[in-house]
């Protein structure tokens, strides 16, 4: 593996009522995945809480972040957007 794949931000974002892809299961594949690679790994389950971008400055954003959003099955969501653009934002600001 590349030295420098621990430091590869990814964004992995997931819906708990996903029939096709189990969210579980997937969250467990970037769990390994960010172990295999050395980056830390980070879940955030409660989709009521919005990324904020000055915290996330703040943060190092190179790890692995897992977005588990509620009520969600095999497809995307505005919720879901706005955190993608968050996390887009923060990295190209740094």
Request: proline content about 3%; some cysteine.
């Amino acid at each position: 593996m590349a030295p420098n794949c621990k430091e590869i931000p990814i964004f992995w974002g997931h819906g708990d009522l996903d029939a096709q892809v189990s969210e579980t299961q997937w969250r467990g594949f970037a769990y390994t995945l960010a172990g295999q690679i050395g980056t830390p790994f980070r879940h955030y389950a409660d989709d009521s809480i919005r990324l904020n971008r000055a915290e996330m400055k703040e943060q190092n954003v190179t790890q692995m972040r897992f977005h588990t959003y509620s009520e969600l099955g095999h497809w995307f969501n505005e919720i879901e957007i706005q955190d993608l653009v968050s996390w887009i934002y923060v990295l190209l600001d740094n």
